[in-house]
């Protein structure tokens, strides 16, 4: 197991057990130094992956895919001929690669949420704040130099909407992982969806 995986690896496990310990506790159940000691890091380890103990329960990680934006700014990470929507699709399916999903782990999410609705505003701000960073690099990436040009939000934001669209079928009770697509096939078969919702004329109603 490489440095890098072994990293992802201990934030996956302090996420998780933030988590747990939420659901069995509430938020104020635990301390830092108690998450600490059941995952078996330091405090100053806590603190190089995680800003506090709300970003913990929520995965929102120190510096996360700082270094995969930077690439995809610079034309790397997706393939170069791709258009702005696709590339940030493509961009989403490779961070999926790197990080996983699991059906599981969204459940147990949701009922975070249920025990601390309070949480919710903090997972709210922090994914503007990501969309705010892929727009940047999006921006960078095709060149739009123009502040006041908001086609990098634009397409950020769409690909939020296909991403949203995509695991609300994934992560529905009733879906069958033995059966269904993959995450990714959903982000691609959506994607294709929607660019032909938009590029192609409504017909109803001409002769």
């Known amino acids: ?6 990293t992802r690896a201990l934030r996956r496990r ?25 995952v078996g890091v330091s405090r100053r380890t806590f603190f190089n992956h ?12 120190l510096n996360a895919d700082t270094e995969m934006l930077a690439a995809f700014a610079a034309g790397a990470v997706v393939p170069a001929g791709l258009a702005p929507l696709p590339a ?27 025990r601390e609705p309070a949480l919710t505003a903090r ?6 704040a990501q969309i705010a960073k892929v727009a940047d690099a999006v921006r960078q990436r095709f060149d ?12 950020s934001e769409a690909a939020v909407g296909v991403l949203r669209v995509s695991a609300g079928v994934y992560f529905a009770d ?14 691609d078969t959506n994607l294709r969806l929607m660019t032909a919702a938009i590029t192609t004329p409504d017909q109803e109603g001409t002769s």
């Open 14 to 38: 302090m996420v998780a057990e933030a988590r747990r310990a939420v659901v069995d506790g509430g938020l104020q159940g635990f301390t830092i130094e108690q998450l600490c000691e059941r």
């Open 50 to 61: 995680f800003a506090s103990k709300e970003d913990v329960v929520l995965g929102i990680e």
């Open 88 to 114: 940030v699709i493509a961009l989403v399916i490779e961070q999926l690669h790197v990080a996983g999903i699991d059906r599981a782990d969204e459940a147990l999410v949701r009922r975070v949420f249920e």
């Open 174 to 187: 009733d879906f069958d992982e033995t059966s269904g697509p993959r995450f990714d096939e959903l982000l």
């Open 1 to 6: 197991m490489s440095t890098a995986e072994r």
């Open 123 to 128: 997972f709210l701000s922090a994914t503007d």
């Open 144 to 155: 739009w130099t123009d502040p006041t040009d908001p086609r990098a939000r634009l397409v």
